[in-house]
């Protein structure tokens, strides 16, 4: 069990290029803020995002993330990402607190901030399909604070996700 990384898989270790595609998007922008100077309630979240991080299931890439959710009633609820051997099935760290988040408290949740940390000394803003996921659940103006090249960075959730899908039927066209 403990061995199950294939002998061949490139272990990842946040030198060199950070993404597969060597597309850095945080590489050309200082960061907004250091860790050490974040307001106090981000800096704990962002502590138990590294702490939910030391239980990531990540044999294959080693990149292991922790993410933390600050909820409207004052909960915090974390995730770790899960990976498969199938890849494609891999869940992130922000979903994996997500779908924990609905499933203790509701789907009446809001989401005021969130936190994103890796053990692997690498940026890893929220992908796609993370931030397209929060998006239902999060205020647009809130805080996700995230590991950048030369820091952590903040940035508003709306910042981070505009332009995201949404589904509105037209009031006076006839449902099927
Ligand atoms: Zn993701």
Redesign the pocket.
């Known amino acids: 069990m403990s061995n199950r990384r294939p002998h061949d898989a490139p272990v990842y270790t946040g030198q060199g290029d950070a993404l597969a595609s060597g597309f850095m998007p945080c590489s050309l922008e200082p960061p907004m803020n250091a860790a050490s100077v974040l307001p106090a309630p981000l800096d704990r979240l962002l502590e138990e995002a590294s702490q939910a991080a030391l239980h990531a299931y990540a044999p294959y890439s080693g990149f292991r993330v922790g993410a933390a959710l600050l909820l409207a009633g004052g909960e915090t609820v974390t995730g770790t990402n899960v990976e498969n051997v199938s890849y494609g099935l891999t869940i992130?760290a922000?979903?994996a607190a997500l779908v924990q988040a609905v499933s203790r408290f509701g789907p009446g949740i809001r989401i005021e901030a969130v936190a994103v940390a890796n053990l692997n000394h690498a940026p890893s803003p929220?992908?796609g399909?993370?931030r397209q996921m929060l998006a239902e659940f999060i205020e647009p103006h809130a805080p996700v604070v995230f590991p950048s090249l030369g820091g952590n960075r903040t940035m508003a959730f709306q910042d981070l996700l505009p332009g995201g899908f949404e589904m509105k039927l037209k009031q006076d066209e006839p449902q099927p």
Request: proline share 14%; hydrophobic share 15%.
């Open positions: 992130c922000e979903r929220p992908c399909a993370c």
